[in-house]
């Protein structure tokens, strides 16, 4: 069974930058789309961007596509989420999902994902 753990979040000052990593165990990402996912306080959870099984290919939501850069490193079992330019406004839980089965794209609705990862809280002061 494939298990999803987040790393890499923290406190950060508006401008300022952070990776956050998913590591995944119990099985390969090589088999798995991957998505990450954000749950910003009184809001729903939204689609940042996700790494098709195949090479990677990545799929960006609008809002995100500027500022954040999706990596998936298969031989890692590790797909990073690399964050700059932070606002006040991307406080929030940033998960990361996985679902087999899409091979050379990867979907952006958190429906199409079936294993998810508890996690990571990712704090930017103005």
């Known amino acids: 069974q494939l298990q999803l753990v987040e790393s890499g979040g923290g406190s950060v000052q508006a401008g300022g930058s952070l990776t956050l990593s998913c590591v995944a165990s119990?099985?390969?990402?090589?088999?798995?789309?991957v998505g990450w996912f954000r749950q910003v306080p009184g809001k729903e959870r939204e689609a940042v961007a996700c790494?098709?099984?195949?090479?990677?290919?990545?799929n960006y939501a609008d809002s995100f596509k500027a500022r954040f850069t999706i990596s998936k490193v298969d031989a890692d079992n590790t797909v990073y989420l690399q964050m700059s330019s932070l606002e006040p406004e991307d406080t929030g839980v940033y998960s990361c999902?996985?679902?087999?089965?899409?091979?050379?794209?990867?979907?952006?609705?958190?429906?199409?994902?079936?294993?998810w990862g508890q996690g990571t809280q990712v704090t930017v002061s103005s």
């Open positions: 790494a098709a099984m195949i090479r990677g290919r990545a």
């Open positions: 999902a996985a679902e087999g089965g899409m091979r050379f794209q990867c979907p952006l609705e958190e429906r199409d994902y079936s294993e």
């Open positions: 119990g099985l390969s990402l090589g088999y798995y789309s």
